[in-house]
């Protein structure tokens, strides 16, 4: 009997406005024309369950929201869309790329509204034990440039932070790509197809050493 090999999971990551749905298509593409099977997704989200509680955290509310509340929130979205549809792909051998995950939590969360990262770190171990994505694509820009991109739509709870919870997101992301090698720091402030150059060659990087269809 031939036995499956475990699919990969890909994470991007970034700011507002800094094109990560747009790059999780490239990354699609890039994938399936080397024969993957792939899923696409996104946090928080990704079950029916899990984008309920996603309207809830980006919802505009009066009531200030405790930075505890909202992590056990993301982290309920997170334990159903791992338990019900990441890791039963990765299972039967799909490459999943999906658009944010616990990095950033660290950032946000941690880094933004000051949550302590230990915290952070043991909800990840109970909520996705075991689950850690295999290549992480970190798009990175000054929070000015991006907030310019989004300021024609309407605000979402988290669009309305100041700057310096942004600069705070991206302080924190910087460090983790600096610490963890799987995180790969892209320079997000350059024209797209500059960008997208760089995502398609980490990931041709990254197929070079961990592909094994
Ligand atoms: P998105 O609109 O970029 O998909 O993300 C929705 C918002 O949720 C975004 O402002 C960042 C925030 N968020 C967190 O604060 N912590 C998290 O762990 C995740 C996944 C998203």
């Known amino acids: 009997m031939t036995r499956l090999s475990r699919g990969r999971f890909i994470t991007i990551e970034g700011g507002e406005g800094t094109g990560k ?10 994938l399936e024309q080397r024969g993957f099977d792939v899923l696409t997704t996104r946090e928080p989200g990704g ?14 509310r009066d009531e200030a929201v405790d930075p505890i509340a909202e992590t056990m929130l993301i982290f309920a979205a997170r334990a159903q869309h791992v338990a019900k549809v990441i890791e039963p792909a990765l299972r039967v051998g799909r ?14 969360q941690a880094g933004g509204r000051g949550v302590d990262a230990d915290a952070v770190a043991q909800l990840a171990d109970l909520a996705h034990p075991g689950v850690w994505p295999d290549l992480t694509l970190y798009l990175d820009a000054p929070p000015g ?9 309407s605000l979402d ?22 610490d963890q090698s799987r995180i790969v720091l892209i320079d997000a402030s350059r024209d797209l197809v500059s960008v997208q150059r760089e995502i398609v060659r980490a990931v ?6 961990h592909a094994n269809p």
């Open 204 to 209: 041709e990087r990254f197929l070079s050493t």
């Open 157 to 178: 709870r988290f669009e309305r932070e100041r700057r310096e919870f942004f600069e705070r997101v991206r302080e924190t992301y910087v460090a983790r790509a600096r």
């Open 21 to 30: 749905s747009t790059n999780v298509d490239r990354v699609r593409n890039v």
């Open 145 to 153: 440039a991006a907030m310019t991109r989004i300021s024609t739509r």
């Open 95 to 108: 490459w999943v790329v999906c658009e944010r995950f616990t990095d950033s939590t660290f950032a946000y």
């Open 47 to 60: 079950t029916p369950l899990a984008e309920e509680i996603r309207s809830v955290l980006l919802e505009p």
